[in-house]
C-alpha cells in the first residue's frame, strides 16, 4: 500500500457523520411493515385454513344430510315391508284355525289315520324346511329390530317342531300346542304359503340397497350406537389466534386510524387471539350446547401524525374528544399499536354431523363482550403507552355483542380427552366505538382455535 | 444499557427498543461508509436504510465468528455497491491510461475538512469511486474487486489509476480555491 493510499485509510479510518432523523423514521415505518408483511400471510394462511375447513364441514354435513336421508327412505321401506306381515299374520291365523281344526280331525282319527298324519307332518316338515330358511332371511333383514332372540327361538322352536312331526311324537306334538309353540311355527308356516313371490324377495333387494349407497368411509359408519352413549358432560380449554378485520369504510371509525391524518395507507388487517375454558353439554343425540368464559384480543398496527413527544394520550384524547387530526399539530408519521381486550361470555349451539372418534360438529352462537381496555402502544418505545377503559366518557362501548359461527374437527384420545381444531368467524353486532363517535364498522375475525376437552361422561 | 449479544438477541426477537438502540450505536460510522460510495448525502441516507433492514432481518444469521462492527461494514458495503451495480453496467467501465501519478505527494489531506474530502470523493465517476474505495479505504486486492464487480483486475486497475488521477486535481483545484497551500 502506497503513501497515497495511506494518507486517505487514515483520513477516513474511525469518521462518523450523523444521518437525519428521517432516516430511522423510515427505518421504523419499514420494519413495521416488514412485521405487518409476515402477520399478512398469516392471516392469508389462516383465512384459508379457515375457509378450506368450512367447505369441508359443508361436504362432509351434505354427505351426512344424504346419508341420513337415505337412511330414512330405508327405514321407510322396511315398513312398509312390516306393515305386511300383520295382513300375513291375519292369513296365519285363519291358516292356524285351519290347522286346529285338521288337527282336531286327526285326534278323531287318532290311532286309525296314522298313515295320513304322517303324510301331513312330511309335508309339514318340508314346509317348516322352508319356514327356517325365510326366518333366517327375516333375522338377517330385520337385525336392527331387536327381534333377533325371539326369531332364533323361533326357529329353533320350529326345528324341534318338524322333528317331533317327523317321529310322529304326538305327546311331544300336544306339548308343542300347549307351549303355544306350534301357534308360533305355523305363523311362519303360513306367512310362507300365503307371502307372494316378490315379498319373499323383499330380504334380498334391501341388501341391495345397502350397498347402493355411496361409500362413506367405514370409521363412519361403525358401532354408532355404542359411541353416542358417551359424552355427555365435558370441559374444555381453548386459545385461537387470526386476522382482525375493524371492517370500517373510513379511518375516522377506528381508533388508530382516527388519530391519522390518513394520508398514510395503514393496513387495516390486524391480528386476534383470545383463550379461555368451555364447558357443553349434550341436549339430544346430535346437538350440544357449550359456553364459558373467554379473553379476547384484538389489534392493529397503524400510524399517527400527531404531535405526541412523550406519550400518547394525546392521541388518545384526540379520540376521546372526537377531534379530527387536522386540528392537532403535527409530526412526521410515526407506527402506532392500538389493542383492544375483552372478556367474552360464548354461548353456542352445536350440531354433530360425525359422532365418531374422529368427530365434526358445526357451531353457531352469540357472545357478549364486555369491554376492558383500550392500549394505545409505539411499537418504537419512543413513546409511552396509554390505556382506557371503559365507562361513562369513555369512546368505548361496555358492552358488545357478537355472532359466531365455525367448525370443529375433534379426535378422541382415549375415553376420556378429545382435542379440536376449530376454525371459525366472528362478527360483532355494534362497533367497538360508542355511536356518538360517528363510528359504524363491525369487526369481524377469522381464526383458528384448539381445545383440548376432558369428557366427565 | 444492554450488552452486544443481549442487544443482538433483542433484535432477532424484532424488538424495537434493542433495534433503536443498535442504530443509534453504528448509525454515524455506517453513514460515513455509505457516504464515500455514494454520490450525494441522500443516497448514502438510502443505503444507510436499507442496510440497516438487512442488518435486522439478518441478525438471525449472525454466528459471532466476526466482530459485530466488521459484519455490519461488510453489509453496508454489500449494499452499496448493490446500490451502484446498476450504474455500473449503465456505464462500463473501460480500461483508461495510467495517469502516471507521482508518489511524492505535496498535498496533504489534513489540510481539509472531512466533508470536503468526501464531497471530492462523491465527485468521482461511479466506478471510479467504487473501485478507489474498495482498494485505497478498504484494503481489498484488485483480483477481488474485479471478482466482487464482475470486471477485469486491469479494468479495476486503471479505474483506481483514474481515480487518484481525478482526485488529485480535485485537491488542487480545492486547495488554490480556499487558499490551502
Redesign the interface.
Known amino acids: 500500500?502506497?503513501?497515497?493510499?495511506k494518507?486517505?485509510?487514515?483520513?477516513?479510518e474511525?469518521?462518523?457523520?450523523?444521518?437525519?432523523d428521517?432516516?430511522?423514521v423510515?427505518?421504523?415505518r419499514?420494519?413495521a411493515a416488514?412485521?405487518g408483511e409476515t402477520m399478512k400471510k398469516r392471516i392469508v394462511l389462516y383465512q384459508r385454513i379457515a375457509a378450506a375447513s368450512v367447505l369441508f364441514a359443508l361436504l362432509i354435513g351434505s354427505l351426512g344430510i344424504y346419508q341420513w336421508t337415505d337412511t330414512s327412505n330405508q327405514v321407510a321401506q322396511k315398513r312398509t315391508l312390516e306393515n305386511s306381515v300383520p295382513t300375513v299374520n291375519e292369513n296365519n291365523q285363519t291358516n292356524s284355525a285351519l290347522l286346529d281344526k285338521h288337527k282336531l280331525t286327526l285326534a278323531n282319527k287318532r290311532g286309525s289315520e296314522s298313515s295320513n298324519e304322517i303324510a301331513l307332518t312330511k309335508s309339514n316338515s318340508s314346509l317348516n324346511s322352508n319356514a327356517s330358511k325365510k326366518n333366517l332371511k327375516n333375522s338377517v333383514v330385520t337385525k336392527g329390530d331387536g327381534n333377533l332372540n325371539e326369531k332364533s327361538t323361533n326357529q329353533l322352536l320350529i326345528q324341534s317342531f318338524v322333528m317331533a312331526s317327523e317321529t310322529a311324537d304326538r305327546k311331544k306334538l300336544n306339548s308343542y300346542q300347549d307351549q303355544k309353540v306350534l301357534k308360533l311355527a305355523f305363523v311362519d308356516l303360513g306367512e310362507l304359503e300365503l307371502l307372494p313371490i316378490p315379498e319373499i324377495q323383499a330380504g334380498p333387494k334391501m341388501i341391495e340397497i345397502f350397498r347402493a349407497l355411496p361409500a362413506i368411509p367405514g370409521a363412519f359408519m361403525v358401532h354408532e350406537e355404542k359411541k353416542t352413549v358417551h359424552e355427555q358432560v365435558w370441559a374444555s380449554v381453548t386459545a385461537a389466534a387470526g386476522s382482525y378485520s375493524p371492517n370500517t369504510t373510513s379511518y375516522s371509525n377506528y381508533s388508530a386510524s382516527q388519530i391519522n391524518s390518513g394520508s398514510n395507507s395503514s393496513p387495516v388487517v390486524g391480528s386476534s387471539y383470545s383463550y379461555g375454558m368451555l364447558a357443553g353439554v349434550r341436549v339430544a343425540k346430535r346437538f350440544v350446547l357449550q359456553s364459558g368464559i373467554q379473553y379476547l384480543n384484538q389489534s392493529i398496527n397503524s400510524t399517527s401524525n400527531i404531535s405526541s413527544p412523550t406519550s400518547l394520550d394525546q392521541v388518545a384524547f384526540s379520540l376521546a374528544s372526537n377531534s379530527p387530526a387536522s386540528n392537532l399539530s403535527t409530526t412526521s408519521p410515526y407506527a402506532i399499536n392500538s389493542a383492544n381486550e375483552f372478556v367474552s361470555v360464548p354461548l353456542q349451539a352445536g350440531y354433530l354431523f360425525i359422532d365418531r372418534k374422529l368427530g365434526l360438529q358445526l357451531n353457531t352462537g352469540v357472545s357478549t363482550e364486555f369491554f376492558l381496555r383500550n392500549t394505545l402502544s409505539d411499537?418504537?418505545?419512543?413513546r409511552q403507552s396509554y390505556s382506557q377503559s371503559a365507562g361513562q366518557d369513555s369512546p368505548y362501548r361496555s358492552v358488545n355483542f357478537s355472532g359466531l359461527l365455525s367448525s370443529e374437527v375433534s379426535y378422541k384420545l382415549g375415553n376420556r380427552y378429545r382435542v379440536s381444531v376449530v376454525p371459525g368467524f366472528h362478527y360483532s353486532f355494534n362497533p367497538v366505538l360508542k355511536s356518538a363517535y360517528n363510528s359504524s364498522g363491525n369487526p369481524f375475525v377469522w381464526d383458528v382455535g384448539f381445545r383440548f376437552r376432558y369428557i366427565f361422561k | 444499557m444492554l450488552g452486544e449479544k443481549e442487544l443482538i438477541s433483542g433484535c432477532a426477537k424484532g424488538e424495537r427498543t434493542a433495534q433503536r438502540m443498535l442504530y443509534e450505536r453504528h448509525c454515524r460510522r455506517l453513514m460515513a461508509v455509505c457516504s464515500r460510495y455514494a454520490k450525494s448525502m441522500p443516497e448514502a441516507e438510502d443505503i444507510l436504510q436499507e442496510g440497516f433492514m438487512k442488518i435486522f432481518s439478518s441478525l438471525k444469521t449472525f454466528r459471532y465468528e466476526s466482530k459485530l462492527d466488521t459484519w455490519m461494514t461488510r453489509i453496508m458495503i454489500n449494499t452499496a455497491l448493490n446500490h451502484q451495480r446498476q450504474k455500473l453496467y449503465l456505464l462500463p467501465m473501460v480500461d483508461v491510461e495510467d495517469a502516471g501519478l507521482r508518489e511524492d505527494e505535496k498535498i496533504s489531506l489534513s489540510d481539509f475538512h472531512l466533508s470536503e474530502l468526501i464531497a471530492i470523493v462523491q465527485q468521482l465517476p461511479d466506478g471510479c469511486r467504487v473501485v478507489f474505495n474498495l482498494f485505497a479505504i478498504e484494503g481489498f486486492g484488485h483480483k477481488e474487486i474485479a471478482d466482487m464487480l464482475g470486471i477485469s483486475e486491469g479494468t479495476s486497475k486503471s479505474q483506481y489509476n483514474r481515480a487518484k488521477s481525478l482526485l488529485r486535481a480535485k485537491l488542487e483545484t480545492v486547495k488554490v480555491k480556499y487558499g490551502k497551500v
Open positions: 500500500m502506497g503513501k497515497f493510499e494518507n486517505w485509510k487514515e483520513v477516513f474511525g469518521t462518523e457523520l450523523s444521518p437525519s428521517a432516516v430511522w423510515n427505518i421504523n419499514d420494519l416488514a412485521e411499537p418504537s418505545g419512543q
